[in-house]
């Protein structure tokens, strides 16, 4: 079985200061690794993904996130964020192997001017 | 040229209706997911078809019912709408072999039951 956890519903952070989002996984096997972003009324947007290789990916609009095995972590940063950046943050998780892909419950980045 | 679409993107029904969700992805993919986000925001797997093939099908209410009449398209049908069915759908779209399963998902359906 595999899971995610998203630990803070919401973040609150003032524009050009930095950000991390956190995202902590479980799997029995190894794991592809994925963070999208939904902007209100909208989709899910692939931000990056980490399939293998290095463990630190760089994805769109400035944003990079690590992979770390050891504390099964998948955190999200950005080093100054903007006012459109406000939307909301999936994490998701895949075992290798195995078709189904599960998503964290989400965190909603809230930027303030 | 919209990669995962689906139709309609707001819906306004009755509590009995009976309704469907039409979705077509035009990336190739062979597999085809519905998932159904709640008002919280949370996410969750309903159903994935492969090639035409059933693979995953979540504890969903047998009032859902998916098809898939290729692989290019997969629609949910839904009978006697409930209240509790208000939810934002999702259709989405992965190639498992390629790109570790990255899932590409359609723009949604707003569906609300009155």
């Known amino acids: 079985a595999q899971s995610v956890t998203q630990l803070d519903s919401q973040v609150p952070v003032f524009e050009e200061a930095p950000v991390e989002l956190r995202c902590n996984y479980s799997s029995s096997v190894s794991v592809y690794l994925f963070w999208y972003v939904q902007y209100p009324n909208q989709g899910l947007q692939l931000l990056l993904k980490?399939?293998?290789?290095?463990?630190l990916v760089k994805g769109i609009n400035g944003f990079e996130a690590e992979f770390n095995k050891s504390q099964t972590s998948f955190h999200l940063r950005k080093p100054s964020v903007h006012i459109s950046d406000t939307a909301e943050y999936f994490c998701?998780?895949?075992?290798?192997?195995?078709?189904?892909?599960?998503f964290g419950t989400g965190t909603k980045l809230q930027v303030i001017p | 040229d919209t990669a995962v679409s689906q139709t309609p993107k707001y819906l306004v029904t009755q509590m009995g209706n009976d309704k469907s969700i039409k979705c077509e992805q035009n990336l190739g993919h062979d597999t085809m997911y519905w998932y159904k986000q709640d008002s919280k925001k949370f996410l969750k797997i309903m159903f994935s078809y492969n090639n035409k093939e059933l693979i995953i099908n979540e504890t969903v209410p047998n009032r859902f019912s998916p098809k898939s009449p290729d692989k290019a398209h997969l629609n949910l049908h839904i009978n006697s709408l409930e209240l509790g069915d208000s939810a934002v759908y999702f259709c989405?779209?992965?190639?498992?072999?390629?790109?570790?399963?990255?899932?590409?998902f359609g723009e949604g359906s707003w569906l609300t039951v009155v």
């Open positions: 989405a779209s992965s190639q498992v072999s390629v790109s570790g399963n990255t899932i590409y």
């Open positions: 980490y399939l293998s290789g290095s463990t």
């Open positions: 998701a998780v895949s075992s290798v192997g195995y078709q189904k892909v599960t």
